[in-house]
Every structure is written in C-alpha cells, then in structure tokens.
C-alpha cells in the first residue's frame, strides 16, 4: 500500500465556451474500469445528440489503469490533453468526460487541446479532493487512572481518536499515520509505565474533506 496519494472525492463539472462550442466536463470518483466505462455512457445517454464526448480516466493507487479517448476529435487534441491535466493534478481514481457541442467554427489543434484541457480545469474547480493518507487502527486499553494520560498523549501527537469505550477498564481506538505508528506505541507505553494493553488493528486510508474526517 502506498503512504498517500490523491483521489476525487465528490464529482463536479464546468463548462467553457469556444468560439460557440460548448465543452461541459463531467467528474467522478471510480473504483473501477467498469465504473469509468459506465460513467462515460451514462454521459453519453444524457447528452445524446452531442458530436463527442472525449475522456480520460486513472485508477488505482499508483495509477495502473489509465485511457484516455479522443472520440472522433483529431488524433492528441482531446484525450490527452484531458490524461495531461489529471496526471498534472496528481488525481488517481477519476474519470473525466468532456462533451463537445460543435458551434459551427473549426478550432485547430491547438484551439482544441486549450478547449478540453480548459473545460476540465473548470470542472476539476468544482470537485473536491482529498488526499488518501495510509494509517494504523490501534487499541489501547488502561485502567481509568491513564484515561488523561492517553488523551494527553493522542492531543499532543495530533492522533484522532475514533472510538472509547468504558467498561471495568477504558479503551481507546486511535487513527495513527503509519510513519508515527511505533513513536505513538513507544509514547503509550512511557506515558502508561508499561501497563496499557496496545493492539494493532489494521492498516486503512484516511483523509480530510473539506474540514472532516474520512476514514476509507
């Protein structure tokens, strides 16, 4: 699993005009191909009498599945010029659909790759991103003179706690970056004199979106 990389995490769209031909982009997360393919359908269908409907799409954590198509438009003048701004943006599973109107006035190659790769940048303004952070789900349980101790240790180390329970003892869920993992267990273990029972209990992706926690 990789440490961090960056995701679409509410769709969007926007729309440039060009010499009276519209270009509507249209973003959405995917997990899939197949959640790529279908958006650009579903696309499609929804502006059926358009001349083209270009695209490009990235998936996966390290970006192992990425098109791009250019949809009748001149070979290099869509696509990718679409596949340039995603990569540019560090965007992973996405998938962008940009319809074309044609307004009547040829626009050159040129005047098409500033089109697409303009209407995509508008739409991408209207998106929410989020940067996926690999993290470690851990446990601590203590007895109820640590509890202080324990949310002392979580504030000072800027680690979110995600769930406590009060029993007989008190346990703490904590969201921790995997880079800080044996820092925090050392922390715990100092700051509770050894008697804290710390359990891992699994690795998971996590980010902020517009102020909130999300956990993946």
Same mark, same amino acid.
């Given at each position: 699993m990789v440490e961090h990389y960056k995701i679409i995490y509410e769709g969007g769209e926007g729309e440039l005009v060009e010499k009276k031909s519209r270009f509507i982009a249209q973003i959405a997360p995917?997990?899939? *191909?197949e959640e790529a393919l279908a958006f650009v359908e579903e696309i499609r269908r929804q502006h059926w009498n358009a001349r083209h409907h270009c695209y490009a799409y990235i998936i996966g954590e390290r970006g192992q599945t990425a098109r791009c198509s250019d949809d009748g438009e001149p070979s290099q003048?869509? !696509?990718k010029p679409m596949m340039d701004?995603?990569? &540019? *943006?560090?965007?992973?599973?996405? #998938?962008?659909?940009?319809?074309?109107?044609?307004? !009547?006035?040829l626009l050159g190659t040129g005047g098409l790759v500033r089109a697409y790769s303009g209407a995509l940048k508008e739409g991408l303004k209207? #998106?929410?991103a989020v940067e996926k952070r690999l993290g470690v789900q851990m446990e601590a349980e203590a007895d109820y003179n640590h509890v202080g101790k324990?949310?002392?240790?979580?504030?000072? *180390?800027?680690?979110?706690?995600?769930?406590s329970r009060y029993t007989d003892r008190a346990v703490f869920v904590f969201l921790v970056p995997v880079s800080m993992e044996e820092r925090?267990?050392?922390?715990?273990?100092? &700051?509770?004199? !050894?008697?804290?029972?710390?359990?891992r209990i699994k690795e998971l992706y996590y980010g902020m979106a517009e102020g909130e926690l999300v956990v993946f």
């Open positions: 995917v997990k899939t *191909e003048t869509a !696509g701004v995603l990569e &540019g *943006e560090e965007l992973h599973d996405v #998938c962008a659909v940009v319809t074309r109107y044609f307004g !009547g006035t209207n #998106c929410v324990l949310q002392y240790i979580a504030a000072q *180390e800027g680690i979110d706690i995600l769930e925090f267990r050392t922390k715990i273990t100092e &700051g509770t004199n !050894g008697r804290a029972q710390i359990r």
